[in-house]
């Protein structure tokens, strides 16, 4: 089965930083747009940002920008989500996925396919 493994998450206070990393099973993840999306309770999924498969374009939410960088490493066929001055709204499960065939490299979880399980991030004094 195809499907993206999310790791990474924990608990961080105020202020910290955490890096998330998101792998593949069943398929290359290099050879794909990847997206990282979140999830808080009671809340939609949201997108986070997004990479392409070359790793020269990048998307963000404006509620990330200037705070969280993705990046993606080819020779581990891996994409991570580098989070720094991380807010209490900032918690959420995070999730990755592929992007479509033919689709842009936004920020709609509906454009986006094989996700994961998530990994949980909380943030809390």
């Known amino acids: 089965q195809l499907h993206s493994v999310e790791s990474g998450g924990g608990l961080v206070q105020p202020g910290g930083s955490l890096r998330l990393s998101c792998a593949a099973s069943?398929?290359?993840?290099?050879?794909?747009?990847i997206g990282w999306f979140r999830q808080a309770p009671g809340k939609e999924r949201e997108g986070v940002s997004c990479?392409?498969?070359?790793?020269?374009?990048?998307n963000y939410a404006d509620s990330v920008k200037g705070r969280f960088t993705i990046s993606r490493e080819k020779a581990k066929n891996m994409v991570y989500l580098q989070m720094n001055s991380l807010k209490p709204e900032d918690t959420a499960i995070y999730y990755c996925?592929?992007?479509?065939?033919?689709?842009?490299?936004?920020?709609?979880?509906?454009?986006?396919?094989?996700w994961g399980q998530g990994t949980q991030v909380t943030v809390s004094s």
């Open positions: 996925a592929r992007l479509r065939p033919f689709r842009r490299c936004g920020l709609s979880p509906g454009d986006f396919e094989s």
């Open positions: 069943g398929f290359t993840l290099n050879s794909y747009s």
């Open positions: 990479i392409s498969s070359s790793g020269g374009s990048t």
